[in-house]
Nanobody
Framework: VLLQAYGGGLVQTGGFLRLSCAAS????????MGWFRQAPGKEREFVAA????????DYADSVKGRFTISGDNAKNTVYLQMDSLKPEDTAVYYC?????????????????WGHGTLVTVSS
């Protein structure tokens, strides 16, 4: 399984970005796809997750109401729409996949990881 994340960049406070994660090399109908982030000097943390099969979603409290995760089954691509960005959202964002039909929040539950994409929110 190969995951390729892209779409990061520099944005001002209050701005928006959309991250994409293209998946290949597997059958994703039974996979959960997630986004994590890691800020400098901090541990990697859960951001959002979605199941391919039922479209169930889950969000970290810190991004609920501002971020939206979605998937395009035909393109095997998962998106993270990030609105109302704050400086504390600055981090390297990673997409990951785990074999599960329910949403997963723990990084240890994920089997495959993509390279990160940097999001920088200026104040």
């Amino acid at each position: 399984v190969l995951l390729q994340a892209y779409g990061g960049g520099l944005v001002q406070t209050g701005g928006f970005l959309r991250l994409s994660c293209a998946a290949s090399g597997g059958t994703f109908s039974r996979y959960n796809m997630g986004w994590f982030r890691q800020a400098p000097g901090k541990e990697r943390e859960f951001v959002a997750a979605i199941t391919w099969s039922g479209g169930n979603t889950d969000y970290a409290d810190s991004v609920k109401g501002r971020f939206t995760i979605s998937g395009d089954n035909a393109k095997n691509t998962v998106y993270l729409q990030m609105d109302s960005l704050k400086p504390e959202d600055t981090a390297v964002y990673y997409c990951a996949s785990g074999y599960s039909t329910v949403v997963l929040r723990r990084s240890s539950d994920y089997d495959y990881w993509g390279h990160g994409t940097l999001v920088t929110v200026s104040s």
